[in-house]
Structure formats: structure tokens, C-alpha cells
């Protein structure tokens, strides 16, 4: 029909969370209907998440309200959507095998985005705590490939304003400056350990940038040509005029 939007309409899990907004934001701005696939709202929900929810509601999105457990919910959705993107938090990684099952079931979406938007994690070998929550990872992937589903693995390899955030921590006042590693080194309790293993594996070992594309690969800034990116020296100058609220992956 004339007027009709024939762009894929998109299902995005974990979209209200601190990646999944921006998803959310980013495909209603680009044409797409919008699904969101979100825990229920309660008496005890953030003021914080009531507020998203207004705020998808105002723009066009639908919210469906489920558990990753209800099979039947999902698939019954997903059959309405062409293209499926989770990002769900770490705790839930391995939730995502139920989301892989019901694509399977489903048997049309187009193309499965899972929960990456990290490091390549098939090509780094952190410090064990990096390496154990990267295992969760893997187990997702492989069962992606191995369901014959249509997929596209993201590695943002660093989100700069993420990790400048964590670094830097612009939104606070201080005259002095944190120097990390003391010669006193002591052992973190488990999830703690985590935040610092990625931060070894990234900035001092470089993980993110020890290995070269292969023929199956695609440096993201080739499909978009005409985007033009943030730089990190741009990020800086936007943190001097307005520095981001805290921003912290959930480990636990």
C-alpha cells in the first residue's frame, strides 16, 4: 500500500536499560516500528524506568511486558518483527539462549543482533574474571551459529563515552588525581574483580586492538560512510560543557 513502512520492524530486548535506550532512540529515529520485550513495571520499579516507559510510549514504541522465560510470549511477538536485537545486561547473558530458541521456533526474523557491543571475544584471553564473563558470551554465540540463525556479532571495541565516563569520572569536582595501582595490590571479591580484569585487558594489554580483520569481518565505519563519529578528543570537549550522569554495567 502507498504510505505503507516497509522498513523491518525491530524487537529489542534489555531496551530499557543503558545501551538499550539508545538502540530504542536510534531505530524509532531511523523509520522503524519499534517493540521493546521488557521486564513488567511494579510497585517497586524505579521512578527511573516509569520515566523511559512514558517516554517510549510518547515516541511510538510498544512495550510488551514479559519474562525471558515465556517462551510462547516471545515467539508470538517475534513473528510480528523481522529484526531482533538484545541488549540485555550481564546477568542475563545466558537468558538469551531462550530468545535463540524462539527465533529458531519462529522461524522468520532476518537477522539476530545478540547482547555484544564489546571486545571480539573469540580473539582476546583476559585475566580470569574477563575471561569467565566472556565464556557467557561464547556459549551464546555458538548457539547462535549453531541454530542456523542470521546474525551480526557487534564488537564496539570500547563505547568511548562509557569508559571516559568510568575513567575520568567528569561529573565529579576534585583537585586531585587517582592513580591506579598502589604496589599493595589486593585481591577483589567476585563481581568486583570484573570492572578491573576488562580495564587490564583493554588499556593495559591492548586486547581490543591485537588482532586483524578477517575476510568475514567489517569495520562498522564502512557501512556508514556519511556518519560522521564522535571522536574522542570531541567527547572530551562535550564532557567539559556537560559531563554524563554515572554510568555502570550491571555485573550482578
Known sequence: ?????????????GGTGYLGKYMVKASVSSGHK??????????????????????????GVTIIEGELDEHK???????????????VAYPQFLDQ????????VAGNIKRFLPSEFGCEEDRVRPLPPF????????IVRRAIEAAQIPYTFVS??????????????????????????????????PPEDI???IMHSL?????????????DDIEASKLYPDFKFTTIDQLLDIFLIDPPKPARTAFE
Open 203 to 215: 588499556l593495559a594489554k591492548g586486547d581490543s586492538m591485537n588482532f586483524e580483520l578477517g575476510e
Open 34 to 59: 519499534t517493540f521493546v520485550y521488557a521486564r513488567p513495571v511494579t510497585q517497586n520499579s524505579r521512578p527511573s524506568k516509569l520515566e523511559i516507559h512514558k517516554e517510549f510510549q510518547g515516541i
Open 131 to 138: 575471561e569467565a564473563y566472556l565464556e557467557k558470551k561464547r
Open 195 to 197: 570492572p578491573i580484569s
Open 156 to 189: 564496539a571495541n570500547l563505547c568511548g563515552a562509557y569508559f571516559v565516563n568510568v575513567l575520568l569520572r567528569p561529573f565529579e569536582s576534585h583537585d586531585d588525581v587517582v592513580v591506579y595501582g598502589s604496589g599493595e595490590a589486593k585481591a577483589l571479591p
Open 73 to 87: 510470549k516471545i515467539v508470538s511477538i517475534l513473528k510480528e518483527v523481522d529484526v531482533v536485537i538484545s541488549t
Open 97 to 104: 539462549l531462550e530468545i535463540v530458541h524462539a527465533i529458531k
Open 1 to 13: 500500500m502507498e504510505g505503507e513502512n516497509t522498513k523491518p520492524k525491530k524487537l529489542i530486548f
